[in-house]
């Protein structure tokens, strides 16, 4: 699977930003999705997933309530709604894919255990 994400930029704090992530190459349903993302010395950080049949998602504590994470098969892509940022949500934000066999979900946050992962994207959150 190829990943692209997309739609990062420059918002002010309190904005609102829509990532995309664009798979291709694999059937992009049987894969579980995720977000994650790196600031500058820091860890990359877990921020949402989203099963292959949809839901609500799980989320970080940090942006629980503020983002949403959605998928549309038929694209192939997965998106990710941000609304209230705040500066510390400035990282480069990248998508990455769970095929079979799925991990558990105490592998969920461990980024090196997804199995494909896409160029990521600048968001940057000015104070």
């Known amino acids: 699977v190829q990943l692209q994400a997309s739609g990062g930029g420059l918002v002010q704090a309190g904005g609102s930003l829509r990532l995309a992530c664009a798979a291709s190459?694999?059937?992009?349903?049987?894969?579980?999705m995720a977000w994650f993302r790196q600031a500058p010395g820091k860890e990359r950080e877990f921020v949402a997933r989203?099963?292959?049949?949809?839901?609500?998602?799980l989320f970080a504590d940090s942006v629980k309530g503020r983002f949403t994470i959605s998928r549309d098969n038929a694209r192939s892509a997965v998106f990710l709604q941000m609304n209230n940022l705040k500066p510390e949500d400035t990282a480069v934000y990248s998508c990455?894919?769970?095929?079979?066999?799925?991990?558990?979900?105490?592998?969920?946050?461990?980024?090196?255990?997804?199995?494909?992962w896409g160029r990521g994207t600048q968001v940057t959150v000015s104070s």
């Open positions: 990455a894919a769970d095929g079979p066999p799925y991990l558990i979900s105490s592998y969920y946050h461990d980024y090196q255990r997804y199995d494909y």
């Open positions: 989203l099963r292959r049949s949809g839901g609500s998602g």
């Open positions: 190459g694999r059937t992009f349903s049987g894969y579980d």
